[in-house]
């Protein structure tokens, strides 16, 4: 099973007969396995539209074939998730905005709802849930071995993982200059001229960042005041999540990242150096893909569609990424 198909088929991006093809696919997975454990990953379950009603769909076809579903969610703040959100537009180039722009208007979207993101999995899995913080106050496991433990299958996974495999990290996160390189080459209209998966271009930013000794530290936003608004928003709805998943406070078991200065080029006095390495990236990037400024109409039409959705956003009280 390719969980990305699948998902993509889930999330309603995909025709009726894509789901049915996808689940389909599933469920003969599921029928010619002999294994008694079967783990299905997927970072959009987290936001997928209730309308989908996705959990008991995939409950459905698990009970179907013997085969009890239980939830397992990785929780990390708000301010971390949408700094994570954000970095990957960035890489998909499909953002032009601040960081605090971005925060100032997706911030309080229902995304970020844990407690009601999380309750049709509840009801779907019976109750089964196992929830680990990406940092545990109370574990300095690291996390994998954290989640195989809530899971209840350390006794059988732990004999076979060595500690590259507990420890392996991978998908590092995009540094300041080739999130700046981004946000120019969306407004240069490039997002529009990608063949085959736009996260390629974001990669090729970042490797060529890398082999020129750029970027060593992740994009770190500056956007406090934003953040702590968000932070206040969801302190409810996160003590909710706390009380069902722990039964104890959020802040009892969920610790935050360590605090590192704001390193976001946009909004920022530039130095010429960097300023070049960015005009170097945007070229570069521009050449291999065979760049055509497109016309100034078309320029003026995404401006105005882009300042459409905002307005419209203000008006219906949602988030953009709703609207859109």
Request: net charge neutral; proline share 5%.
């Amino acid at each position: 099973m390719n969980h990305y198909l699948l998902g993509r088929a889930l999330d309603g991006r995909g025709s009726v007969r894509e789901r049915l093809g996808s689940l389909s696919r599933l469920a003969k997975t599921l029928s010619d396995t002999e294994a008694d454990t079967v783990i299905l990953s997927y970072e959009d379950f987290a936001v997928q539209r209730p309308t989908l009603c996705v959990p008991s769909v995939l409950a459905d076809v698990f009970a179907r074939h013997g085969f009890a579903m239980e939830v397992a969610l990785v929780v990390k703040p708000q301010a971390e998730q949408l700094a994570s959100a954000y970095a990957l537009r960035a890489q998909l180039l499909a953002e032009a905005r601040t960081f605090r722009e971005f925060v100032n208007r997706e911030g309080t979207s229902g995304r970020y709802d844990y407690a009601a993101r999380l309750e049709p999995w509840l009801r779907a899995a019976g109750g089964r849930v196992a929830a680990v913080p990406v940092r545990d106050r109370c574990s300095d496991a690291p996390l994998l071995a954290r989640l195989i433990e809530a899971l209840g299958l350390s006794a059988r996974l732990e004999p076979l993982l060595t500690t590259g495999d507990i420890t392996y990290r991978t998908n590092r996160s995009s540094g300041p200059v080739a999130i700046e390189a981004s946000r120019r080459l969306h407004g240069l209209g490039l997002h529009r001229q990608i063949t085959g998966h736009p996260r390629r271009l974001g990669h090729l930013l970042d490797e060529l960042a890398w082999a020129r000794g750029i970027d060593a530290k992740a994009f770190m936003g500056n956007a406090p005041d934003a953040l702590a608004t968000v932070a206040a928003y969801h302190a409810a709805s996160n003590e909710r999540l706390a009380a069902k998943c722990w039964g104890r406070g959020w802040d009892a078991v969920v610790a935050g990242a360590p605090e590192h200065p704001p390193n976001e080029l946009a909004g920022q006095l530039i130095s010429p150096d960097t300023g070049a390495t960015v005009e170097w990236l945007v070229a570069e990037v521009m050449a291999r893909v065979a760049y055509r400024a497109p016309p100034a109409w078309l320029h003026w039409l995404d401006s105005a569609v882009e300042r459409g959705v905002e307005r419209l956003a203000d008006l219906v009280g949602g988030p953009a990424w709703r609207v859109r």
